[in-house]
């Protein structure tokens, strides 16, 4: 089964900040790759999928990029409300395996 | 409104058995593959099932083959998933999700979840 392997696991950066997610694939999945938030008690929800399309309703501050093994997730411009863990998900065929998650805190 | 209504958590001695219900509402329900995710406490989200539109197609992560059948009944707009054999390991927030009309489409709604603790 493919391995979805997230960096780092967690980081802390100030409000503004430019953040970024990596997450890599142990083998190629083309752009089949979602990324998900998860904000304390909450349920998880869809920010990008097909590698860099934004969701409906997801503020254009969230982008994606990446196509094969490697994939990034970039907030341009940290906020308060985008503290949460995000995770990857590959979903090329079974198992639709998830990242182990980056946790983003404000510095 | 897509609305996702998990039903049928509740606590469980290694071993035993339990199904889970999802009602969806608000969204063609029988357009749509639709999947069961689960959260173990303090874990990230684990995919565990799958299943086509018309039920033709079901996919499983392997810890769970052999004991865990999904289903769907769409004239009652509702996705199933029946769980036997449970370990502890099986313990988590299992979440109703809907994903694409095709296979390779993510999921963009989920329900708020329900909880299953297996113990001894």
């Known amino acids: 089964d493919i391995q979805m392997t997230q960096s780092p696991s967690s980081l802390s950066a100030s409000v503004g900040d430019r953040v970024t997610i990596t997450c890599r694939a142990s083998q190629g999945v083309s752009n089949y790759l979602a990324w998900y938030q998860q904000k304390p008690g909450r349920v998880p929800m869809l920010l990008i999928y097909?590698?860099?399309t934004l969701q409906s309703g997801v503020p254009s501050r969230f982008s994606g990029t990446g196509s094969g093994t490697d994939f990034t997730l970039t907030i341009s411009s940290l906020q308060p409300e985008d503290v949460a863990t995000y995770y990857c998900q590959k979903y090329n065929s079974a198992p639709w395996t998830f990242g182990q998650g980056t946790k983003v805190e404000i510095k | 409104e897509v609305q996702l209504v998990e039903s049928g958590g509740g606590v469980l001695q290694p071993g035993g058995s339990l199904g889970l219900s999802c009602a969806a509402s608000g969204f063609s329900f029988s357009k749509y593959w639709m999947s069961w995710v689960r959260q173990a406490p303090g874990k990230g989200p684990e995919w565990v099932a799958n299943i086509k539109q018309d039920g033709s197609e079901k996919y499983y992560v392997d810890s769970v083959k052999g004991r865990f059948t999904i289903s769907r009944d769409n004239a009652k707009n509702s996705l199933y998933l029946q769980m036997n054999f449970l370990r502890a390991e099986d313990t988590a927030v299992y979440y109703c999700?809907?994903?694409?009309?095709?296979?390779?489409?993510?999921?963009?709604?989920w329900g708020q979840g329900t909880l299953v603790t297996v113990s001894s």
């Open positions: 097909a590698a860099s």
């Open positions: 999700a809907k994903s694409g009309d095709k296979w390779n489409y993510p999921h963009d709604r």
